[in-house]
């Protein structure tokens, strides 16, 4: 498969490996030093793109890749304000995007245990619920993409929360009070950390922790790769829950 590497960063690099060792050509790769080499013609050359840059230029690629018809995978997190908007556009134009905030499988495993412990706590009101993300001191947004599915699966599922605040704790300001309805992501930005996450459940008696660890990139760069070999041939908006099978 002949693969277009938008964004050739940390996650970039590491797809990069997974795409070789799985047999595939880069046909391009973009950063921030070669923008002139970002051409719906250059685009037109992949049988599929995987977008890991920014959350302020991955609209412009998803654009661009509809307008070469290629099929894009992407993993950029921040830009799912737009999503709804993205998504139209590819039915009425016949678009394919596979799109996922974390494409590790161990972290959609965390996904489906959070939606079914959060059910569970809806018969133990004793208990409150707060988040944790952690990652790398670089990390453009928060909360990370992550944290917001973790949450979102949180709110669907456990009657009294019914929204999420988010509070970036950088040292310099108190832990915000929020309303007894609202699920806290605290985000910490720590040297290095490639992405922890953590739903806990807390009452005056003890204490029950959802947690996620990634030691590596690894996970997500195979994943986002896998993702890109079964969107292929296919037309249409996907997510790893039509990819795994639980
Ligand atoms: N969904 C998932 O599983 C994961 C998502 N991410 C997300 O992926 C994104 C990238 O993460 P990293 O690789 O760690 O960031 P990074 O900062 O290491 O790399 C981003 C790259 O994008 C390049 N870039 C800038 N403008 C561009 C443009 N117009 N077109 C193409 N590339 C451009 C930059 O030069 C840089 O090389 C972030 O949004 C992050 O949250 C990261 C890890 C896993
Ligand atoms: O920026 C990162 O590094 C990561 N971003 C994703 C997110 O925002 O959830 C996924 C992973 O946690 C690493």
Same mark, same amino acid.
């Given at each position: 498969m002949k693969i277009a590497l938008l964004g050739y960063g940390k996650m970039g690099?590491?797809?990069e490996q997974i795409a070789l060792q799985r047999g595939h050509e880069i046909v391009l790769k973009v950063n921030d030093t070669n923008l002139e080499d970002l051409t719906v013609e250059n685009l037109a050359k992949a049988d599929v793109a995987i977008e890991f840059s920014t959350p302020f230029t991955v609209l412009g690629n998803i654009d661009l890749c509809f307008k070469a018809s290629t099929p894009i995978v992407v993993g950029t997190t921040g830009w799912y304000a737009e999503f709804d908007k993205i998504k139209e556009r590819a039915s009425t134009e016949g678009n394919a995007l596979f799109h996922a905030t974390n494409f590790s499988i161990g972290v959609n495993i965390t996904f489906h245990i959070n939606k079914v412990l959060a059910k569970i706590m809806n018969g133990f009101p004793?208990? =409150?619920v707060q988040m944790e993300e952690i990652h790398h001191t670089q990390k453009l947004d928060h909360p990370s993409g992550t944290a917001i599915t973790l949450a979102e699966g949180v709110l669907e599922n456990l009657n009294r929360k019914q929204k999420y605040g988010a509070w970036l704790n950088d040292g310099n300001e108190q832990k915000p009070t929020v309303s007894e =309805?609202? $699920? $806290?992501?605290e985000a910490l930005r720590q040297e290095a950390v490639p992405g922890t996450h953590t739903v806990s459940y807390i009452s005056e008696i003890d204490r029950i922790d959802l947690r996620h660890e990634a030691f590596n990139r690894k996970g997500f760069a195979t994943g986002a790769v896998v993702a890109a070999e079964w969107l292929k041939d296919k037309k249409g908006v996907f997510t790893m829950k039509d990819l $795994?099978?639980?």
């Open positions: 690099k590491e797809i004793g208990y =409150d =309805d609202t $699920l $806290l992501i $795994l099978s639980f």
